[in-house]
């Protein structure tokens, strides 16, 4: 079978979203509603292999009733943005470890692995074609959703023998409404998110379907966002329903919770390089709500932030939980969030050197 890089067809839409609209559109942006006007597809079969590359006008996919996916739930995706850098210019931020990633969840999930290359050439491609629909307004992104999922018709317990791989794009505004104001979260004592052993570090669907119920949870007690315990003890620290968490400590530390059970984020492993390169100890350890409590209450934690590639990184202001509820330092963040934060985005915006390579320009 060739392992030749793929080339596209390039099919353009023949009604895309008039410039006039589009440039309304983008004057309120939410998040993941409104999209760009097409999309990029790989088909995959058993026998084939990875086959028909494409970029297309977006539209419904033909599912038969016995599609995989809608009975066994074999489906991965990505999260990443494009942005226009200070220069004008459309970059991604770290793409390859995104790649990298898709492949680890595919083979959590017993899905074929798209080679990197491929996987980085429908985007750029897809960028090629839609560079219009990258916002410049301060804050906002085009959202990219690399996806793959299971389209074989067939009912029976084992792994498909047909998939389609796309990437679909959204200009987005900033994640949580309002800006960058401190957040509140939930820490759900009902709920768990992932267990050793489970799909806990691979990005499917079902790890966030099971999140649903504690982030309306979280919601019907005022709160933002959920943050998960351990299954096993109900004791540990995990992460949220899309994002990792940091704790600061008052002599300058920061402590976040190990991989094995959470999702190994993007931005979260950008964020310990960039403290360590502060000279900031940082350290990948256990932390148990019980601790987390304590310290916010006798003051040696001073600050907790999230991160994400939706929500980059916002502070947390005010926990709940049925306990009870607590406040993290003044409540308002900190300068050791702020400074990670402004750091992260100028490298990002190419406002500010990018020492570790991070940045790749497209166009």
């Given at each position: 079978m060739s392992t030749a890089p793929l080339t596209f067809a390039v099919h353009r839409n023949a009604n895309p979203m008039p410039e006039a609209e589009r440039v309304e559109a983008f004057r309120n942006l939410g998040f993941g509603?409104?999209?760009?006007d097409h999309m990029a597809i790989i088909d995959w079969h058993a026998d084939r292999g990875w086959h028909s590359p494409r970029i297309t006008a977006r539209a419904p996919f033909q599912i038969d009733p016995a599609g995989s996916v809608l009975h066994y739930a074999q489906e991965i995706f990505e999260g990443m943005k494009a942005y226009r850098d200070v220069n004008g210019r459309i970059v991604l931020f770290r793409p390859d470890e995104n790649a990298k990633r898709f492949n680890a969840s595919a083979r959590r999930m017993a899905m074929p692995e798209l080679p990197e290359a491929d996987f980085l050439a429908a985007i750029e491609q897809l960028l090629a074609v839609d560079a219009a629909w990258i916002p410049e307004a301060e804050g906002a992104s085009l959202y990219l959703r690399p996806f793959m999922f299971a389209s074989e018709a067939f009912l029976g317990v084992r792994p498909s023998r047909e998939y389609i791989f796309s990437v679909i794009a959204s200009p987005v505004g900033p994640y949580f409404k309002g800006g960058a104001k401190p957040i509140s979260i939930w820490v759900s004592q009902n709920y768990t998110r992932a267990a050793q052993g489970g799909t806990g570090?691979?990005?499917?669907?079902?790890?966030?379907?099971?999140?649903?119920?504690?982030?309306?949870e979280a919601s019907a007690n005022g709160c933002d966002q959920v943050v998960f315990l351990d299954a096993a003890e109900r004791n540990w620290v995990e992460e949220l329903g899309g994002m990792n968490i940091f704790f600061v400590m008052a002599d300058g530390s920061i402590v976040t919770p190990?991989?094995?059970?959470?999702l190994p984020g993007i931005t979260r492993k950008s964020v310990i390089t960039l403290a360590q390169d502060a000279g900031i100890a940082i350290e990948e350890r256990p932390y148990s709500f019980a601790e987390w409590q304590a310290d916010a209450?006798?003051?040696?934690?001073?600050?907790?932030?999230?991160?994400?590639t939706a929500a980059v990184m916002a502070?947390?202001?005010?926990?709940?939980?049925?306990?009870?509820?607590f406040q993290i330092g003044n409540g308002t963040g900190g300068p050791v969030t702020d400074r990670l934060r402004n750091t992260l985005i100028g490298i990002q915006r190419g406002a500010i050197p990018d020492p570790h390579g991070w940045v790749r320009v497209i166009g």
């Open positions: 509603t409104l999209f760009s570090a691979a990005k499917c669907g079902g790890n966030y379907a099971g999140s649903l119920a504690a982030q309306a190990p991989l094995g059970t959470i209450q006798s003051g040696r934690l001073t600050e907790v932030f999230v991160c994400g502070s947390v202001g005010t926990v709940k939980s049925a306990e009870g509820s």
